[in-house]
């Protein structure tokens, strides 16, 4: 596709339950990363890509996250056991090479809503 | 670590004001640094960006030099519109380390 797609656009859950966010990159962008967007905060980091291995995981909150990325493309993060603090927009974002190389930019994704009730 | 701290918001003008949103950076050695912008409903995109030291970025008529000596990274604009509303982002990136954000900060213009 053209952009960073992300998917469910929306998502709803209850207190406990595991979800999956996922996230297709643009084709070709070797770097991806995603970030967390809690209401009336800033950017913060989770973890961040590079092909397939994750050299920097240091922003995962705790253990009940997790993320692997497949064939250089699509990357799935993984929340277990939902509690309330995790509502919030989760961002996507990939670039043509690791963007400390280059000044390369991000391409961000729409987010992904996420509530749990 | 590497840092970014913003103006805080919400900041609300009236068109074509003169719009300055404050960034200031904590660093070693020579980050490169970036606003991003999220207009209404759309995903983060990158506005302009400065890659070493007295470097100015600009981009849809905003401007912002990267200083060292006050380590900032101010946006401005001098005559803002509507379409201008959305949160603004600063941030920077150092060598092989994660793209650090700062807050964020809103901006609505008022017609």
């Known amino acids: 596709g053209a952009g960073v797609s992300q998917s469910p656009s929306n998502k709803v859950t209850e207190k406990g339950k595991d979800v999956e966010l996922r996230c297709d990159p643009i084709?070709?962008?070797?770097?991806l990363y995603w970030y967390r967007q809690r209401l009336g905060q800033g950017l913060e980091f989770l973890i961040y890509f590079q092909g397939n291995s994750a050299p920097d995981k240091s922003g995962l909150p705790s253990d009940r996250f997790s993320a692997e990325r497949t064939g250089e493309s699509v990357s799935t993060l993984t929340i277990q056991r939902t509690q309330q603090e995790d509502s919030a927009v989760y961002l996507c974002a990939s670039s043509l090479d690791f963007v400390g190389a280059t000044g390369e930019k991000l391409f961000f994704g729409s987010g992904t809503q996420l509530s749990v009730l | 670590g590497n840092s970014v701290t913003q103006m805080e918001g919400p900041v609300t003008l009236s068109e074509e004001a003169f719009l300055t949103i404050n960034c200031t950076y904590t660093a070693t050695g020579y980050p490169s640094l970036f606003w991003y912008v999220q207009y209404p409903g759309e995903g983060l995109q990158l506005l302009l960006k400065a890659t070493k030291a007295d470097d100015k970025g600009s981009n849809k008529g905003f401007e912002a030099t990267y200083r060292k000596e006050t380590t900032s990274f101010h946006l401005e604009k001098g005559s803002v519109q509507v379409s201008d509303s959305a949160v603004y982002f600063c941030?920077?990136?150092?060598?092989?380390?994660?793209?650090?954000f700062g807050q964020g900060t809103r901006l609505t213009i008022n017609p």
């Open positions: 084709s070709g962008h070797t770097a």
């Open positions: 941030a920077l990136i150092q060598g092989a380390q994660k793209l650090v």
